[in-house]
């Protein structure tokens, strides 16, 4: 897949099936619409091609992106996984924002042809969102091009949608999002450095960073699989299992900072600035205080070998820990 800044850096001389949206957690929704792109795109006898944004448009117009469902890195790497030959990452500013369908259409086809473009019923580009199925279709018969829209997926009797999972998420019901999202929610950050209470308690973890908001699951204690390494996040070099916690760790009074600490299973090894992938498979309790550090630690020992146990259950995966030598922690 080739990946471009700018809409008007696509190259000339070619023959184009175009979707557009921000495609921000590549749900099931998205995948049905990526895969009618792809086989109209071979209908068409054209490339398959996504415009998709950064920013967030909810950045630059109501002041705040939500939080993220999918990693820029993840979202393009899915995008290239479903078929995408064209994808172009467009910088969304109110310049861009303000540009009517028309004009839009027209940097698209400026030296290219335009077989098509595949919608969702709801979608809608241009300035107040006037670029809607009905309109592009006028558009299309005026102009020689398709426009196909592609019914939404249906979860749970509603069609699926980003603010759905997330909702499903903040209310830690991790089987939920997963049914939606097609795959465990999963968020990627940086490990740096925490105030190693962990490795005192005996349990060494990760903590994690992150360069925006990510949709984050309620406060709680969770069966992750992790991975790192790789040309992107759906190849890493190495994966493993482990137990995650997330909050505020009321037990020691800390500041209050919401944080996210995963203890990987058989792996005690210096990770620090590698980028890692923390899959949330199932939640196991709510965040609570304890009397004192030796009751924590002993529910500790329960989560993680509760953990353990299902993650064992879960398809065999690769998984590089368990034979590595015992090292620095992270």
Request: charged share 25%.
């Amino acid at each position: 897949m080739q990946v471009f800044r700018d809409l008007d850096a696509l190259p000339t001389g070619v023959r184009l099936a175009a979707t557009v949206g921000v495609f921000d957690g590549l749900h099931r929704g998205h995948l049905r619409l990526l895969g009618e792109l792809v086989r109209s795109a071979e209908r068409w006898h054209a490339a398959p091609t996504v415009v998709t944004f950064e920013p967030h448009p909810d950045a630059v117009l109501h002041g705040a992106p939500p939080p993220l469902l999918c990693d820029p890195a993840e979202r393009l790497a899915r995008l290239a996984q479903a078929g995408v030959a064209y994808a172009v990452l467009q910088r969304f500013d109110a310049a861009f924002a303000a540009q009517t369908p028309e004009v839009f259409l027209a940097r698209l086809r400026s030296g290219r042809e335009l077989a098509g473009l595949v919608m969702s019923p709801e979608s809608a580009i241009g300035r107040g969102r006037a670029g809607t199925p009905e309109r592009l279709r006028e558009l299309g018969a005026a102009e020689g091009f398709a426009v196909d829209v592609i019914a939404p997926v249906d979860g749970g009797g509603e069609a699926i949608s980003a603010s759905r999972i997330r909702q499903a998420l903040a209310r830690g019901r991790i089987a939920e999002a997963r049914r939606m999202l097609g795959r465990d929610p999963a968020v990627l950050g940086t490990i740096v450095r925490g105030d190693a209470r962990g490795r005192l308690l005996g349990f060494p973890t990760a903590n994690l960073a992150f360069d925006a908001t990510v949709a984050l699951p309620a406060d709680g204690i969770y069966a992750v699989e992790v991975s790192w390494g790789g040309p992107d996040p759906l190849h890493p070099a190495r994966m493993a299992g482990g137990v995650a916690s997330l909050g505020v760790r009321p037990t020691f009074d800390d500041d209050g900072a919401r944080v996210l600490e995963v203890h990987l299973f058989d792996l005690d090894e210096e990770l620090y600035g590698e980028r890692m992938r923390v899959a949330f498979v199932r939640r196991q309790r709510a965040e609570r205080r304890f009397a004192s550090a030796e009751a924590l630690i002993a529910q500790m020992d329960r989560d993680a070998a509760r953990a353990r146990a299902l993650l064992s259950r879960r398809r065999p995966r690769q998984s590089v820990a368990a034979s590595l030598p015992r090292s620095r922690s992270v």
